[in-house]
C-alpha cells in the first residue's frame, strides 16, 4: 500500500476530511485541491488533528488546463471527486452556477486522466438525489433517474459523464451514490436549538418536516468509497443504510434530548423546496456482496453523537 498518491478535491468538506483521515491511516500520499489557500476553511481537517499531513494544491476545477497540469505533476494512483456546490436549495436560486460547476469539474478531471494516464482510479461522488420522482422502493442501481432540481440535474450529468468515459476510454472510473450521511463535520447541526437551550432564541425554524429520507453515518459511508477503488472491476454503488426516517421524528428526538419544549419547533413554508421527493431510501446489497460493506449503525446513535460534539463544542 505504501507509495499510493491520492487526489481528493473537496478536500475541506465532511467527506473530504475522513477520507483524508482514512487513506493516511492506510499509508497513502494524500494531496488536496482548494479554490484558494486564502478562502479555504481547514476547520475540519483540523479537528481530525490531519491538516499538517495533508499537501494542499490551489487548483481552478474549471480550468481544464490546470487540472491536466496537476495531475501530470502529482502523477496520483487515485483521484477522489469530492468537490460540488451540493446544497440543493441553494440549486434553485444559484441553478446556472450550480450546473456549470457541477459538470464541468467532472468533465475536467476525467479529460485529465484521459490525456494524462489511463490508469489513474477515479471515483465520483454522486447522489441519491438523481433519482428524484420515483415510483417504488427500495432504491437500486437498476432504478431509472428523475432528477427534481437543479443539483440532482448536474449530479445525474456528472454520473453519466463518468460512465460513458468508462465505456469509451476503458478507464477506471466508479460512481458511489451516497444517501444522506452525517457527522459532526457536516456543520453546525444543532446550534439553533442549543442557542435556545442558552436564552439566545425562542424557537427553530423549518422547512417541511414531513418528509422521510435514509440518513447514515460518515464515517461508514467513506469506507465504501475507498472500497470501490480497490476492486478488479469498476462499477457504480448505492451507499445507504435501507431505511428512512421522518425528519420531524428527528427534529422532536434532539429537542427532547437536550430538554427543550417541541413546541419551539416552528413552520415557515418558505423555506419549502419548489419540489420535493416525499420519501426516499435505497438498498446497498450489492455493496454488501461485491464489495464486502456492511453497515448496520442505528441513526439515532449518530444522532447522540451528534449532540454530544456539538454540545462539547458550543460557543
Known amino acids: ?119 489513474i482510479r477515479f471515483y465520483q461522488a454522486s447522489s441519491s438525489e438523481m433519482f428524484g420522482k420515483i415510483d417504488s422502493l427500495p432504491i437500486t442501481e437498476d432504478h431509472k433517474y428523475h432528477p427534481m432540481s437543479p443539483y440532482a440535474i448536474s449530479k445525474l450529468t456528472g454520473h453519466y459523464t463518468t460512465v460513458n468515459y468508462r465505456e469509451s476510454y476503458n478507464l477506471f472510473a466508479c460512481c458511489g451514490i451516497l444517501f444522506n450521511h452525517e457527522s459532526y463535520l457536516r456543520g453546525s447541526h444543532f446550534t439553533g436549538a442549543l442557542d435556545i437551550v442558552n436564552g439566545k432564541r425562542e424557537f427553530l425554524e423549518f422547512g417541511n418536516l414531513n418528509i422521510k429520507r435514509d440518513f ?17 472491476k469498476p462499477e457504480d454503488f448505492i451507499i445507504c443504510s435501507g431505511k428512512s426516517i421522518v425528519l420531524r421524528d428527528i427534529a422532536e428526538y434532539v429537542f427532547k434530548k437536550l430538554d427543550i419544549p417541541t413546541d419551539k419547533i416552528r413552520i415557515n413554508k418558505e423555506l419549502f423546496r419548489p419540489t420535493e421527493i416525499e420519501d426516499i431510501f435505497g438498498s446497498s446489497e450489492k455493496a454488501r456482496k461485491k464489495l464486502g460493506w456492511k453497515y448496520d449503525v442505528d441513526f439515532y446513535s449518530v444522532l447522540d453523537e451528534l449532540i454530544a460534539e456539538e454540545k462539547k463544542n458550543y460557543a
Not at 9 to 38: C, M, P, W
Not at 216 to 232: C, F, N, T, V
Open 1 to 119: 500500500m505504501a507509495g499510493k498518491v491520492a487526489l481528493i478535491t473537496g478536500i475541506t468538506g465532511q467527506d473530504g476530511a475522513y477520507l483524508s483521515e482514512l487513506l493516511l491511516k492506510k499509508n497513502y500520499r494524500v494531496i488536496g485541491l482548494i479554490r484558494s489557500f486564502y478562502g479555504s476553511s481547514l476547520e475540519k481537517l483540523k479537528y481530525l488533528k490531519i491538516d499538517q499531513q495533508i499537501e494542499l494544491l490551489e487548483c481552478d476545477l474549471q480550468d481544464l488546463s490546470q487540472v491536466i497540469g496537476i495531475v501530470s505533476k502529482i502523477k496520483p494512483s487515485e483521484i477522489y471527486n469530492l468537490a460540488a456546490q451540493s446544497s440543493v436549495s441553494l440549486s434553485f436560486h444559484q441553478p446556472i452556477g450550480t450546473l456549470q460547476f457541477n459538470i464541468q469539474s467532472v468533465l475536467n478531471i476525467l479529460e485529465a486522466i484521459r490525456l494524462v494516464d489511463r490508469n
Open 216 to 232: 447514515g453515518s460518515s464515517k461508514r459511508y467513506i469506507e465504501a468509497m475507498w472500497m470501490m477503488l480497490q476492486q478488479d
